[in-house]
T-cell receptor
Framework: GAVVSQHPSWVICKSGTSVKIECRSLDFQATTMFWYRQFPKQSLMLMATSNEGSKATYEQGVEKDKFLINHASLTLSTLTVTSAHPEDSSFYIC????????????FGDGTRLSIL | DAKTTQPPSMDCAEGRAANLPCNHSTISGNEYVYWYRQIHSQGPQYIIHGLKNNETNEMASLIITEDRKSSTLILPHATLRDTAVYYCIVRVADAGNMLTFGGGTRLMVKP
């Protein structure tokens, strides 16, 4: 079945550091990918929609200058958390859907980001 | 997307069938019912989806009532590895729309 690979799975870094997270669709092309954030004991919250070849669409309250999204190809989207602070510590998850036909979305295994 | 209502938690004995209900009384005619689950510290995993007919795959069965206002996900022989949060999501099956996650049902499979 469709596989979405997310890397890295776990990051610990100092406050002020920028962190890049990659999301790849391994066996299908995805014109659209989604980035979610999940805090402990809460459900997933959509942060932004990543569109191949164009600007991402951000949800209300999500700072586009802080969470930079690049969707340069049909199989890769990246999320960069710029100048990360402890309050950015969370579980970040991407999802993608095969552009062809009626296919469900598939999710990566997530990236646990811890800012010290 | 139509709103869904699920019980916050359920227990199930290992080896028994787990029946997870979902109410979606405001579902529209072109909206599908999707089920995902999230095992602790992992991304959500797609399980099954359907429009109005019952569906079955290697993971589960999906039973949708005739009026489509509710559905039940059935795990026929639950194992400890099925312990997870199960999300019922209703949405139109077109390209590009994101999924909106509610609280889900936390299923605990016990030995």
């Amino acid at each position: 079945g469709a596989v979405v690979s997310q890397h890295p799975s776990w990051v610990i870094c100092k406050s002020g550091t920028s962190v890049k997270i990659e999301c790849r669709s391994l066996d299908f092309q995805a014109t659209t990918m989604f980035w979610y954030r999940q805090f402990p004991k809460q459900s997933l919250m959509l942060m932004a929609t990543s569109n191949e070849g164009s600007k991402a669409t951000y949800e209300q309250g999500v700072e586009k200058d802080k969470f930079l999204i690049n969707h340069a190809s049909l199989t890769l989207s990246t999320l960069t958390v710029t100048s990360a602070h402890p309050e950015d510590s969370s579980f970040y998850i991407c999802s993608a859907r095969d552009s062809r036909g009626n296919q469900p979305q598939h999710f990566g295994d997530g990236t646990r980001l811890s800012i010290l | 997307d139509a709103k869904t209502t699920q019980p916050p938690s359920m227990d199930c004995a290992e080896g028994r069938a787990a029946n997870l209900p979902c109410n979606h009384s405001t579902i529209s005619g072109n909206e599908y019912v999707y089920w995902y689950r999230q095992i602790h510290s992992q991304g959500p995993q797609y399980i099954i989806h359907g429009l109005k007919n019952n569906e079955t795959n290697e993971m589960a069965s999906l039973i949708i009532t005739e009026d489509r206002k509710s559905s039940t996900l059935i795990l026929p022989h639950a194992t400890l590895r099925d312990t997870a949060v199960y999300y019922c999501i209703v949405r139109v099956a077109d390209a590009g729309n994101m999924l909106t996650f509610g609280g889900g049902t936390r299923l605990m499979v016990k030995p």
